[in-house]
């Protein structure tokens, strides 16, 4: 989702957040989007409320002295997701002949705002969400979800992504897989796989 769909700019956030906590960019990013922050949240181990509280702690913006309410922390760790509007109309082309799924690595908070971004949530079959699953990509087990929840053999699953080492790693399990760098190289990639759009 993030990098193909949706852009992810998480330096929106960071400078906002930075702002008002009087905190550094490199402290925003540690207590916010850094690997060992996003990890337990973004694999169901911890709740929305419990990742927002911990963050905003300790960028030391005290929610009980409403220096930052949390629906306003949320609206600003949200911020970062930006449309990619060429994706979305080869999105709508693509679900008209062939079934599409996402699997993404993402929490509670950025999946609610990316649902009411991307006016195509319900064409895909499945959704595989970390949070859900418990999973994440680049681990293999997250392809053997995506696998069988689909019902579709890995060799017939078209994947693509933004991180190559998403990529290897859905190749080594089996599937068709491609770096995404933009819509008209996965239009070349579609040609190459036989893929009709």
């Known amino acids: 989702m993030g990098g193909v769909l949706l852009f992810a700019d998480e330096q929106i956030a960071i400078h906002e957040l930075a702002r008002l906590s009087g905190r550094s960019e490199a402290q925003v990013f540690e207590a916010c989007f850094s690997p060992r922050r996003k990890r337990p949240h973004e694999t169901g181990q911890q709740s929305w409320p419990?990742?927002?509280?911990?963050?905003?702690h300790d960028?030391?913006?005290?929610?009980?002295?409403?220096q930052l309410a949390e629906a306003r922390f949320k609206d600003i760790f949200c911020s970062i997701l930006i449309p990619n509007p060429p994706m979305f109309e080869l999105?709508?082309?693509?679900?008209?002949?062939?079934?599409?799924?996402?699997c993404s690595n993402t929490g509670p908070a950025h999946w609610e705002s990316a649902r009411k971004l991307m006016p195509f949530v319900d064409a895909f079959d499945p959704l595989i969400l970390s949070f859900e699953v418990g999973l994440m990509k680049p681990g293999r087990e997250i392809f053997d979800?995506?696998?069988r929840t689909s019902g579709v053999p890995y060799e017939q699953i078209f994947f693509t992504d933004d991180y190559l080492e998403n990529v290897?790693?859905?190749?080594?399990?089996g599937l068709q897989a491609v770096q995404f760098s933009g819509?008209?190289?996965?239009?070349?990639?579609?040609?190459?796989?036989?893929?009709?759009?």
Not at 184 to 197: H, N, Y
């Open 59 to 66: 960028l030391g913006l005290d929610i009980s002295e409403e």
């Open 183 to 197: 819509v008209d190289q996965l239009l070349a990639d579609f040609e190459r796989f036989g893929i009709e759009v």
């Open 91 to 102: 999105v709508g082309r693509v679900s008209k002949k062939h079934r599409i799924a996402l």
């Open 168 to 173: 290897e790693a859905a190749r080594s399990a």
């Open 145 to 147: 979800t995506l696998s």
């Open 50 to 56: 419990e990742f927002a509280q911990t963050a905003m």
